[in-house]
């Protein structure tokens, strides 16, 4: 089970811990294009702040100790570096519009930007991307780099209520009540991703009923399934980089 904190303080090492982990995992997955792409990890100190990478540090040398904690107004609070300002523009927002969710990924994955070219939502095709099943939605639009607010808060609306949001043109973008789910779905989102290009190349995929999507959902799409799911690799990262803990 999820972990439970006696402070706030300790539950922000842990969150940052996570963080470090889940880039470096994306950069063993080849998530990282130059320097695009930011998770964020909601503040529990100081709830309207969150962590983020340093724009333009390697996901695959980011450690606990090399994150930024950023304000409301976008300002560096701890933690020296730049902050990148299409990672501000979308994520405040997100975490503004969404008090429940604690953190967000966002990356230019190869397969997830091929996907958003084709500006439709996943199909329920395989038991995993039923994660996704009527939980998933379409940023309809593209204007360029995401560098104003109020385009964060058009993705903020796009995507709702849901755990993801496919922005077109662009890639996609995952949140969850904690580090560990949010990573996890969009490492499963860029994989689902991958076997649809896959299977449409191949011929016509049999998609599962609706009846049997909306069961498989209650089954791999929970907040609890999410955070379970990236515990092996949060097991494997560590042992391999056990120095992405140092804070």
């Not at 996901?59 to 300002?75: C, E, K, T």
């Not at 204007?143 to 996609?172: C, P, S, W, Y």
Request: aromatic residues 10%; glycine residues 6%; contains cysteine.
């Amino acid at each position: 089970m999820p972990p439970s904190f006696e402070t706030p303080e300790e539950e922000r090492a842990h969150r940052k811990r996570m963080l470090a982990a889940a880039f470096r995992l994306f950069s063993r997955f080849g998530f990282d294009e130059g320097v695009a792409g930011h998770i964020t990890a909601r503040d529990p100190v100081l709830p309207d702040h969150f962590w983020v990478n340093a724009f333009g540090q390697h996901f695959s040398s980011i450690r606990a100790a090399d994150l930024l904690l950023v304000n409301h107004d976008g300002d560096i609070v701890e933690g020296e570096g730049l902050v990148n300002q299409a990672a501000f523009a979308i994520h405040s927002q997100v975490h503004a519009a969404r008090p429940d969710v604690v953190a967000a990924a966002h990356t230019h994955s190869t397969y997830g930007r091929a996907w958003s070219t084709l500006g439709r939502p996943l199909d329920p095709i395989t038991q995993d991307v039923c994660a996704f099943y009527d939980d998933h939605a379409l940023f309809d639009d593209y204007t360029g780099v995401v560098l104003d607010t109020e385009e964060g808060k058009r993705i903020a609306h796009a995507l709702g209520e849901h755990k993801a949001v496919i922005l077109r043109n662009h890639g996609l973008l995952t949140v969850g009540h904690s580090v560990e789910e949010a990573a996890w779905w969009f490492i499963t989102m860029e994989r689902s991703c991958q076997v649809q290009l896959m299977a449409e190349a191949a011929g016509t995929p049999v998609r599962i009923d609706p009846e049997m999507a909306a069961l498989t959902h209650k089954q791999v799409g929970s907040h609890l399934a999410g955070w379970f799911s990236f515990q092996p690799l949060y097991q494997r990262i560590v042992q391999e980089n056990p120095e992405l803990l140092d804070d």
